[in-house]
């Protein structure tokens, strides 16, 4: 058994439910993000129900730690407690 085999496995689609969870944000934030473009993902069926592969939550995050840090580097951040 390796490493990858013990590691949970993750579904290769999220739902905007399961992508909240996992930002710890509610639904409309990642409706938002959906909408924006910020967040790539796709509409299935008729309805155009949201889906967000997993890479594509993964890419985002790490996106967002990049700009985090550049902001950080630069001045721009502010402490939540004085925001």
Do not use: C, H, N
């Not at 890479?55 to 840090?69: F, G, P």
Request: without cysteine; hydrophobic residues 40%; aromatic residues 4%.
């Amino acid at each position: 058994m390796t490493v990858d085999d013990r590691a949970p496995k993750r579904p290769r689609f999220l739902t905007i439910e399961q992508v909240a969870e996992e930002l710890a944000v509610g639904a409309p934030t990642v409706r938002q993000l959906l909408k924006t473009g910020e967040l790539r993902g796709l509409q299935i069926g008729g309805r155009g129900l949201w889906r967000v592969a997993a890479k594509d939550l993964e890419d985002y995050i790490d996106q967002a730690y990049r700009v985090t840090a550049e902001r950080i580097a630069a001045g721009e951040v502010a402490d939540e407690e004085s925001a």
